[in-house]
């Protein structure tokens, strides 16, 4: 289950969607079957180009927990919970 | 003396007498200016044991270097006291046009002490400075206040500060309101305002600040404004702190229900989407020329709470006021700021204590008799109005709870339930959950912070494992002195992505023809945070007092930081401080160090 937030729910209208990612479960992948069925840039939000790192100032979560780093070296599996934040923490 | 006005105004309200004196060459250099310039003066003029109350103890009023200069993200001002809600240092920093009005009049500190017989209001207009009657002010809330006395300015450019009914009735967590929106929020400085029977400060300055190196200095606020409209600080731009919510929330960050838990199932209905969806009307800055613009103003459009306008809530608000008083509709958190805002509630603390309010009233511990009939349920929108209400009048139980939750929960028997270190309300990033927090609100000089080291920054982010004991001491050690020095110039801490440590130094030498190195910068950072650990030393704190209270140490429940925990991470701590691991003292060597004499 991929859960939206910030603009990205609110740009797409939608709070949540569930994916079937096949044998490819990596978060990019995940970006790039977002992209595609909700028509938002994820992959330009989450996916630093030249590094392959999440950027600085987004979040995901899965399982409650946030990735950091080169992201598609972290694989999903069935039941995972990704929570996209397309914004940071502060305050 | 290039950066600074060069001038400090005394304002004695016993006599309405009025002083001026030369700002100290040493103070300049040893301590720079704000957070600085604050404890270095309440270390030297108010005494061990100084009755917060009475009419020696003072607020001191402080601007940096920076303020009142062509950077757009140096708009704060700090306020210093011996607070009353905590007996030790009371703080709290404000955004608004008091910080460059006071420079602009010529001086970088204001200082109020004594006490006077009736209702009075300062009005600083450049070199005319007065005390007046604000017999007709008393009662009035903040807002009726503000408007009031921007009436007698007519168009000019006036910093206002104001305090509603809590700061009269001596509420130990009143406010200051600052220009409507903005708030001195922590410590009870708008009940010291009150106990000197200071209604109001105005300021309007028409001078300028000389700096060092103008064109140097433009250059660099430019490219701060370019780069403040990019990505590195889109969350603040576009969210606001109120981005937060949910991240907290998710990462089981964020108190719910006086800290019965960890994450709140409303998260959605009172996050950002939500305000964006339900409230929001637009972005507004500190002041007019902040290129960062994160407060949001909010209007509440339909519904009972209707009309009701902020610019907030901020995430603290949303917390205090919303998950930890179970409410989750935006609307009534807007409400519920809104009357904070107009009757001078920090709305942490106003907040905090409705949600202790109730967790009495669930264990039958206080019941309608005290409350006037009302029934203190989580999730009830109105019993926190009507709470607050009832703390800012010293009605009923509202006079036990504007005392503080620590002395509340003395009274009634129920300490255990009372969140808060030294005296002040925990804030709003779970301490059971991200461990540097938890260091950072056991050791926080002012009680229990978040915004002395933001530890909850880069544990929120994932920088660093929030889950992880090990190196946190030396984490919360060294934001803690950057921090210090952030308030010391004084610029937005929000500003960090953009404006970071070489940035500040450029801007030190540019506004102020002083070359200093990070590191130099850095060492007054620590000689304040030991300074400010020294006035608590002198009221008694020592290594039993940075503790955390039962509702986090609690090993009975699914997230906790223990004593054993804590007590690991206070060892590290004071090591990378220099400070005796027994006593919480620093050390004579580290004193030393940093250039410190001390009684």
Known sequence: ?91 | MYGYAGRILRVDLSDSGIREGELNEELVEKYVGGNGFGIKILYDEVGPGTDPLGPSNKIIFVTGPLCGTILPIAVKFGAYARSPLTGILGESFSSGIFSEGLKYAGYDVLIVEGRAKEPVYITISNDRVEVKDAGRFWGRNCWEVEDAIRGEFGAKRVGTLTIGPAGENLVKFACVTVDRYRQLGRTGIGCIMGSKNLKAIAVHGTGKVGVANPAALKGLANETIKRSLGPEIEHHRVYGTMGTVEISSEQNAFPTRNWKSTSFEGAQEMGVEAMFEKTFVKDVGCVDRCPIACGKLNVVKDGPYKGATVVGPEYQTAYALGSNCGVDDIRAIVKANEVCDQLGIDTISGGCAVAFAMECFERGLIGTRDTGGLGLRFGDPEAVLRTLEMVARRERVGDVLAEGVRSASGKLGCEDIAVQVKGLDCPGYDARTLKGTALQYAVSSRGACHLRARAQVPELRGVVDYTEIEGKGKLVKDREDLFSLFDSMIVCKFALPVFDLPEIARAYECATGIRASVEELLLVGERVTNLERLFNVREGIRREDDNLPKKITDSNQARFTDQAQLDRMLDDYYDARGWDRATGLPRMDKMAELDLEVD
């Open chain 1, 1 to 91: 289950m991929a859960e939206l937030r910030g603009k990205a729910q609110i740009e797409t209208g939608k709070k949540q969607e569930r994916i079937e990612l096949g044998q490819d479960a990596s978060i990019p992948r995940l970006l790039d079957v977002l992209e595609i069925r909700l028509n938002w840039p994820f992959r330009e939000k989450f996916l630093d180009p030249v590094t392959g790192d999440l950027p600085k100032n987004v979040i995901i979560l899965v399982n409650g927990l946030p990735v950091r780093g080169k992201i598609g070296s972290t694989l999903l599996k069935d039941g995972d919970r990704v929570v996209l934040f397309p914004h940071t923490a502060c305050g």
